[in-house]
């Protein structure tokens, strides 16, 4: 090789060695490269865990603490009924108030029942004085009882019924053979009762209860006789 030719290529050498990357700068650049990346896929992977972890709460958050609400009643469960008066001792529904059976006009029966001028199923609301009093001698021990009306065999419509009939206790002494023994009826007592006008008239024009049978304590199976003997 003579001396130009290796000159020319020691020119060449040097040309490239010039335009080579320098080692360093090439490391350093790689390196900076590397971090960025790191912290790329560090912000990335934090982003990621981040919107997962919102899904799952989303998903399984806590409900809200709920208002504490009272017990349900069952729909079974009773209702206990407004407590009516309690029956004389000795005495079961459907048995009559125990007039004087030798005072009895006539005996009760389905027919005789059918002869009375008026007859309902009613529960005492009040007592009062009597109201059918003209003056009679010697006066009846009466007194004037109000019922509520739950069903009109015969006689009346209304809501309500007004009668004389006996006390609810006996007056011990008078005489009077009509007065009942006991605490026949009180407010809240349920009764069936019968009876014609005192004075006669319309059937509710002074009406008068009968004992004997015609005036009972309530049960559903006498009131059902009490509608048959009605027809």
Not at 59 to 75: E, G, K, M, N, Y
Not at 169 to 177: C, P
């Amino acid at each position: 090789m003579n001396q130009s030719t290796e000159r020319e290529l020691r020119d060449l050498f040097a040309a490239d060695a010039a335009d080579a990357p320098d080692e360093l700068a090439v490391v350093a650049g790689a390196v900076r490269r590397v971090h960025r990346r790191r912290r790329t896929l560090t912000v990335a992977a934090a982003t990621t865990t981040v919107i997962i972890a919102a899904a799952v709460y989303g998903v399984h958050r806590p409900t809200a603490t709920p208002q504490a609400q009272p017990p349900l009643v069952p729909s079974s469960a009773p209702v206990t009924p407004t407590p009516a008066a309690d029956l004389p001792a000795g005495v079961k529904p459907g048995d009559p108030l125990a007039f004087g059976a030798a005072q009895c006009v006539k005996a009760y029966a389905p027919e005789t029942l059918a002869e009375q001028a008026f007859a309902f199923d009613g529960t005492v609301t009040g007592i009062g004085p009597a109201r059918t009093e003209r003056g009679a001698r010697p006066p009846l021990d009466l007194r004037s009882v109000t019922f509520q009306v739950h069903t009109w065999f015969r006689g009346g419509s209304a809501g309500t019924a007004v009668v004389d009939m006996s006390p609810p206790a006996a007056s011990a002494g008078t005489g009077d053979a009509t007065s009942e023994g006991g605490p026949a009826y009180e407010v809240g007592t349920r009764l069936l009762v019968s009876g014609m006008p005192r004075w006669g008239g319309a059937a509710l024009a002074d009406p008068i209860a009968w004992g004997c049978g015609f005036t009972r304590y309530y049960s559903p199976s006498m009131a059902a006789d009490w509608a048959t003997a009605m027809r």
